[in-house]
């Protein structure tokens, strides 16, 4: 896939174990967008170290698709460039 969201609003800290597991395996994307808790910034972090391109806090939802929009075309030029 070229792009992945990936929702740990449910359980913050097995959504960022399984992304963890996926990102050792090299079962991710170039394009991660992480969606979560507005206030807990060791997920925001830990989402991050990861190499998520964007982690999007539960209150700025609507933003998704901009943002989503917005790392796709960074990864576009990151690859043809």
Request: hydrophobic share 50%.
């Amino acid at each position: 896939a070229e792009a992945m969201v990936l929702d740990v609003r449910g359980d913050p800290a097995a959504g960022m174990q399984a992304l963890t597991e996926a990102r050792a395996q090299g079962q991710v994307g170039a394009v991660l967008l992480v969606v979560g808790p507005d206030d807990d910034f060791a997920i925001m972090t830990r989402a991050l170290e990861l190499q998520a391109a964007e982690y999007v806090p539960e209150s700025l939802l609507a933003t998704l698709p901009r943002k989503l929009h917005r790392a796709l075309g960074r990864a576009r030029k990151l690859k043809s460039g």
